[in-house]
């Protein structure tokens, strides 16, 4: 699906990585690990058309990811560092809104069930302003349970700030993905079981 | 793709509907320049007819830029705008559907405030009909060129003086034919010719830069 050649990124004067080479199939679930200041965030910002790689090229079904864009970006599911949760809006507007940008957009039914799923029943009618850390990302991962028919995750550091069993809540989500023929890569310090598939690694920064 | 831009504008006008006291700043601030003049240089009714189209055009440039600062930068704070460069419609139409809303919320109030303010100024009926087409067809571009400075300074250490830098001189142009269209209603000249190219304007900054605007918003989050 993801084909990755020769992906170099620099930051600043600093190599971060170089020569970077892979192809992700469907169904596989691949970590991206390594030091604070490895280059996790970045890899995965060049992955989904953020940023611009220094060296190589990142290839969806093929093509370019830069001459497909918004053809890719409906098939994309991004969860950033930032919750991109809006303060003022509550936690269903949340999600309705990054659904509809992403190009599913839900219905009522949909949205609430999507935040019942990551736990939020009681606070979906409450402005985002009033949710603790952890609650936002929360509403920002919903998204996934509500994301339709995109094939791809990409998620950064997705288990920080949850709780354990929001933790198992999002492990369940990403093997629903793979079993559907989705693949995820993420971020994480910590070694993270999911139940189905063997997990890929890359290390980056030696 | 319409469907995308209608939602970028419903959430932005809902988002100015919660923070009603950032879009009333603005306004007052064009209020409050606007009657300083008459305080400032004195009740002679002929000199402030004079003035007026310059004082309120002036007036209303500065308000408007001093919206800009809303326009991306809690998005980018907050990272939806991240989110937006990968929605699924081209980013030239969301920041057409952002500067839709944002004209609404702080270029629209500026029209329909204007004849309140073109009373301190003694300003004819007809002037004053022409001078709010002319807003009507400036602050729209106003809206749009502003658009380009305030996606390039995004994240830049004092942006909001830096933007104004940028654009200012971009709205030279708007200002000569918005207050050259008063001016001739005023002096019985016909004023086709100055909403004719303000018209115009428009209509090139809404073709060009929603895109170079796009352009900006990818440089700045890479």
Known sequence: MLEVSDLGCVRGERTL?????????????????????????????ILCGLALPARGEVRWRGEPIRALREEFHRQLVYIGHAPAVKDDLTARENLEIACALGGAPVDGGTAASALDRVGLREHAGLPARFLSQGQRRR??????????????????????????????????????????????????????????????TIELGG | MFRVMRVVIGR?????????????????????????????????????????????????????????????????????????????????WIVVGKAIAHWLVSGLPLVVLAPVLALQFDLATDALVVMMVSLVLGTPSLTLIGAIGAALTLGVRGSGVLTSLLVLPLYVPVLIMGTGAVDAAAGGVTVQAHLLLLAAFLVFAGAFAPWAAAAALRISLD
């Open chain 1, 17 to 45: 990585f170089g020569g970077l080479e892979f192809t992700l199939e469907p169904g596989t679930l691949l970590r991206v690990a390594g030091r604070n200041g490895s280059g996790k965030t970045s890899l995965l910002r």
């Open chain 2, 12 to 92: 932005d006008l809902l988002l100015a509907m919660r923070r009603r006291s950032d879009v009333a700043n603005a306004l007052l601030f064009f209020i409050i320049v606007a009657s300083l003049f008459p305080l400032g240089v004195g009740p002679e009714p002929n000199l402030l007819r004079t003035i007026a189209p310059g004082v309120i055009w002036v007036a209303a440039l500065l308000a408007s830029m001093l919206a800009l600062g809303r326009m991306f930068a809690s998005d980018y704070a907050d990272g939806t705008l991240e989110q937006m460069l990968l929605a699924s419609a081209p980013l030239g």
């Open chain 1, 139 to 200: 509403v920002s991962l919903a998204r996934l349970a509500a994301a339709g028919d995109s094939r791809l995750w990409i998620l950064d550091e997705p288990f920080t700030a949850l709780d354990t069993i929001a933790i198992g809540v999002v492990q369940e989500m990403i093997a629903g993905h793979l079993d559907a023929g989705g693949a995820v890569i993420f971020t994480s310090h910590q070694e993270v079981a999911v139940a189905t598939v063997s997990v890929f």
